[in-house]
Each structure stands twice: as C-alpha cells, then as structure tokens.
C-alpha cells in the first residue's frame, strides 16, 4: 500500500523556472508533510515542512501548498537554479506513530 | 551545525555475516530512527527508538534486525545473517520531537 503518492518522477526546467512536485495522501491521521532534498550519494536533508492547519508555507525560494480537503500537497521551487538539480521527496507522519512514509522522489534537473 | 554522523561509509560483507552499522545522533535528540533506501527506490522505514526501546518497527524490520544504544551518543543496527536483498543504503536519522527528522549521510551495505 503506496501511502504517498508523488509525481512527476522527474522533472526538467529552465534556469530562473518554477518547479512544481505534487504529492497525495490517503491516511488522514497525517499531521506532518515535510519535503527532503537529496543529492547523489547523500543522505536526505530536511528542506521544508507543513502542518495542516496551514494552506502555505514559504521559506525562501521553496513554498509548500497544502490542500487538506483534496489531501494533496505540492512543492514550488521559485526562480530554479541549477544547484537545485537534486532528487526530492514528500513524506508524511502522524503524532505518536512518528514514521515517515516517503514519496516515491522526484529527480530535478534545472538546466542552465 | 550540529549532524548526524554514520559509519562505515561503505560495508562489504558476505551473506550469512553479521553486520553492525554505527550511528552518532545529534546530541540533544531524544528519538532515533534507522531507514534504508534500495538503490533508486524510496526511503523506507525500519525501526524507531525512544526512551531505550523500540517505539515503531515496519514489516521489513524483521527478527534478522536489532537496535542498540550501547552508550549516551551511539545508536546502532544489527543485522544477524545478512541476505542479498538487504544490499541498501542504510540511513540513521534523529529528532527532538517525534517531527523534524535529521537524516545522515548513510552507510551502504553490500552483500555478495
């Protein structure tokens, strides 16, 4: 059972584009939707999270929107820059049973 | 900025060997986690640990696996009789709250 759907799996953009990776959710006891970046032969590293008491967050160029009624949630990565290229994941937990269920990772690839 | 540290980078073994995978979480942490990541697939979940015991362990996290905190700053993961198929990056991460999960950079085992 996938309990995070993630799409695209991978995504090419220009320089100075928007980046956007969307992620779906069945289980609606998730209380916590973060994002991880990673690149080859590291370890994931914590980008961005969202509580869903919140519609947005934006740290940055990085922007979370959540849409508690469709369980969706998506990333934008504004003004995408080739540093950017790296593979991403959704997750998402919930209180008291605090694994993270991974997405299945988007890898991006801005081009210069 | 404190991290999560891991070692070995790289483990070799054999099937049917024993392998010890070592992780220093950040100190002020109090939950620790272990995932593994097969080679272009998504992170997956082993086994979580607070207050000296296993909090949460998946399906895969079966009785061929074990966690230790031998000491106030060591976490680690046990492998008894290791199989061709537990050939993976193996991440140690680390959090304050049961939220903000702090990944290592990984250790990859490979089983021949």
């Known amino acids: 059972q996938q309990q995070v759907k993630q799409s695209p799996q991978s995504l090419i953009v220009q320089k100075g584009g928007i980046s956007i990776i969307n992620c779906a959710y069945e289980?609606?006891?998730?209380?916590?939707f973060p994002w991880y970046q990673q690149f080859p032969g590291k370890g994931p590293a914590l980008l961005i999270a969202i509580r869903p008491d919140v519609s947005e967050k934006k740290e940055g160029r990085f922007t979370i929107s959540f849409n508690k009624s469709a369980k969706q949630f998506s990333l934008h990565i504004m003004d995408s820059q080739p540093g950017d290229s790296a593979t991403y994941f959704c997750?998402?937990?919930?209180?008291?049973?605090?694994?993270?269920?991974f997405g299945t990772g988007t890898r991006l690839t801005v081009i210069p | 900025e404190p991290e999560v540290t891991q070692t070995p980078s790289h483990q070799v073994t054999q099937m049917g060997q024993e392998v010890i995978l070592r992780c220093v979480p950040i100190s002020n942490h109090l939950y620790f986690y272990w995932y593994r990541q097969i080679l272009g697939q998504k992170v997956e979940f082993l086994v979580s640990?607070?207050?000296?015991?296993?909090?949460?362990k998946s399906e895969i996290f079966d009785d061929q696996f074990s966690v230790e905190r031998p000491d106030g700053s060591n976490f680690t993961l046990k492998i008894r009789s290791t199989k061709l198929e537990d050939s993976a990056m193996y991440f140690c991460a680390s959090s304050q709250s049961s939220y903000e999960q702090y990944f290592g950079p990984g250790t990859r085992l490979t089983v021949t």
């Open positions: 289980n609606t006891a998730f209380d916590y």
């Open positions: 997750a998402a937990s919930s209180n008291g049973a605090n694994n993270l269920f």
């Open positions: 640990f607070y207050n000296n015991e296993i909090s949460e």
